[in-house]
């Protein structure tokens, strides 16, 4: 398992409560694909998103953004962290 | 207060230690800033570094990493998160 932030980019407007629904939506898969999403924080003026989860590959991270309606613009492994 | 996640791109080949100096760094005169530095996570093979911060504004967080000697490439405000 490694950990990864993976970044959006066209979420411009999205809502707390939009967020918190894909969220909600990657977490009610992301056990399909050995994911965990920990947490997720927006910038709605940007529309920049990033996500922290824990998985096998940042493709495993991908599969669960893309079966959910949200591809992920960059998904990088963060083997280090403070 | 509000809360930011800036990113570095130009730390390639950052290892544990440095990052944890670098935080460490942060640590040390945030406060004069009216900033904290909560966490950050580290690609060393694409020298992406997050960190994520609480602080009165985006040039209160710049002003620390400028500080310390590394300058952020972007600061975003993330009011949302899950």
Excluded: N
């Excluded at 050995?34 to 495993?60: I, K, M, N, Q, R």
Aim: contains cysteine; aromatic residues 4%.
């Amino acid at each position: 398992m490694a950990r990864f932030m993976d970044v959006h980019h066209d979420m411009q407007g999205i809502t707390a409560e939009q967020l918190h629904q894909a969220h909600q939506a990657d977490l009610a898969v992301e056990g399909e694909e050995g994911v965990h999403f920990e947490s997720a924080w927006a910038d709605p003026e940007s529309g920049t998103v990033y996500c922290l989860s824990e998985g096998p590959s940042a493709e495993a991270v991908q599969r669960v953004h893309e079966r959910t309606g949200h591809k992920a613009a960059e998904i990088h492994p963060v083997p280090l962290s403070v």
